[in-house]
């Protein structure tokens, strides 16, 4: 978890409303990603950024919002559009977003959201 | 389209007995491969990757994975299973410099004293 930090650790919400994750990393790497956890489904990526000021949608981008406004911060906001929210959110960063695929990929602690 | 699958959803082993986590993969183009641990409500410890050379990997905490090119799988092995091992593993690939990982569902190894 070195390197990477996500805050709340626990999240909860209520039906309706927007809910901002935070991810902060000091590992000068470039490449940032969110992906969501439910059990027995492994990791989906939602959204990632290979540099500041750019993002792309991953595999269930609907109903989440991101921004890259400095390299060392991505937060995720999960909106009232999303459908099911409740899960584990885990966010993770490569060195190198433009150009390695040997780069080992870092992760965060997670934040869990529980939709009341 | 790349996957990877994990054809076991939990694996048990005693204490001391040797370990193995299977995982295969479908991809179009070199694989990269990776092997993940993950502690309850924590986030993913990277175990090890295969990126080219010698197909034995050796990495964290004694594990090992071996990389098949004929039979596209990266098993995760462990000579000498610790209850500590004790956790929820994932394999993943990765074929393109985009830097994404495809993961497998996840097994959930339980080893008992």
Redesign the interface.
């Known amino acids: 978890d070195g390197g990477i930090t996500q805050s709340p650790k626990y999240l909860f919400r209520k039906e309706g409303q927007n809910v901002t994750l935070s991810c902060e990393q000091n590992l000068n790497h470039d490449a940032m990603y969110w992906y969501r956890q439910d059990p027995g489904q492994g990791l989906r990526l939602i959204y990632y950024s290979q540099i500041v000021n750019d993002f792309q949608k991953g595999d269930i981008a609907e109903g989440y919002s991101v921004s890259r406004e400095k390299k060392e911060s991505f937060p995720l906001t999960v909106t009232s559009a999303q459908k099911n929210p409740t899960a584990f959110y885990l966010c993770a960063s490569n060195p190198d977003g433009q150009g390695s695929s040997t780069d080992t990929q870092y992760f965060g602690p997670g934040t869990r959201l529980t939709v009341l | 389209a790349q996957s990877v699958a994990q054809p076991e ?1 939990q694996v048990n082993v005693a204490e001391g007995n040797p370990l193995t986590v299977k995982c295969t993969y479908s991809v179009s183009g070199n694989p ?1 491969l ?1 092997w ?1 641990v993950q502690y309850p ?6 175990l090890l ?1 295969y ?1 080219t050379g010698d197909n034995l990997v050796k990495g964290s905490y004694g594990f090992e994975a071996e990389f098949n090119k004929s039979q596209t799988s990266f098993h995760l092995k462990k000579p000498s299973a610790l209850v500590s091992d004790s956790a929820l593993y ?1 394999c993943a690939v ?8 495809y ?4 097994t959930q190894l339980t080893v008992w004293p």
């Open positions: 959803d990269y990776f993940y409500n924590r986030g993913l410890q990277f990757k990126i994932f990765r074929v393109s410099t985009l830097g994404r990982l993961f497998g569902r996840g």
